[in-house]
């Protein structure tokens, strides 16, 4: 759940953003058990859950009438990935309603499925005149665990979802076999 309240027109266009492109889409991306240059045998695996956001505007900036806010995410997910993450995400708005975008980092610390670990998401969402898109992806080789390395190898796309004011995740992943 986001916890500030929307107080400026940056934030209203992020929300706006975030709500829109968090819809259920087709994948965008190449899945990660299709990679031709991957040569280990990988399992691939599904993780869902929920998770809470905390979002706080840092800074805002406005060049030439197009508002850019810079935020701080702090998030606990819940379900097959228990984690916490801290991250920032830069918005940019734009003077056609319904026209922005995001990109966001955010480094993931917890348990996947029993296996842990940390990991960074990379999110890149855009909003053509209403029309979203939206791909968060783990960061190749960003997953790792110094004593383990549970999470060493891991790829995979992160599905979010709001509906009903509720944040949720679908997490579709690969981990080289043996790890």
């Given at each position: 759940?986001?916890?500030?309240?929307?107080?400026?027109?940056?934030?209203a266009?992020?929300?706006?953003?975030?709500?829109?492109?968090?819809?259920?889409?087709?994948?965008q991306?190449?899945?990660?058990?299709?990679?031709?240059?991957?040569?280990d045998?990988?399992?691939?695996?599904?993780a869902?859950?929920?998770?809470?956001?905390?979002v706080?505007?840092?800074t805002e900036?406005?060049?030439?009438?197009?508002?850019?806010?810079?935020?701080?995410?702090?998030?606990?997910?819940?379900?097959?990935?228990?984690?916490?993450?801290k991250?920032?995400m830069?918005?940019g708005?734009s003077?056609?309603?319904?026209s922005a975008?995001?990109v966001?980092?955010?480094?993931?610390s917890?348990?996947?499925?029993g296996?842990?670990g940390?990991f960074?998401?990379q999110?890149?969402?855009?909003?053509?005149?209403?029309?979203?898109?939206?791909t968060?992806s783990?960061?190749?080789?960003?997953?790792?665990?110094?004593l383990?390395?549970?999470?060493?190898?891991l790829?995979g796309?992160l599905?979010?979802?709001?509906a009903?004011?509720?944040?949720?995740?679908?997490?579709d992943?690969s981990?080289p076999?043996?790890?």
């Open positions: 759940m986001i916890t500030n309240k929307i107080a400026t027109a940056p934030q266009v992020f929300v706006s953003l975030l709500i829109i492109c968090a819809a259920p889409t087709a994948a991306t190449q899945s990660p058990a299709a990679n031709p240059a991957r040569k045998p990988v399992q691939t695996m599904h869902k859950g929920t998770f809470d956001v905390k706080t505007p840092v900036d406005k060049a030439e009438g197009a508002p850019l806010v810079r935020y701080s995410l702090d998030k606990q997910y819940h379900g097959d990935l228990e984690a916490a993450s991250g920032e830069l918005t708005g003077i056609v309603m319904g975008g995001y966001a980092m955010e480094l993931v917890g348990t996947l499925n296996r842990k940390t960074i998401l999110h890149a969402g855009t909003m053509n005149r209403g029309v979203p898109s939206l968060v783990v960061v190749p080789d960003s997953g790792t665990d110094q383990t390395d549970q999470l060493t190898g790829t796309t599905n979010i979802i709001i009903d004011g509720k944040h949720s995740y679908e997490f992943y981990i076999e043996g790890q």
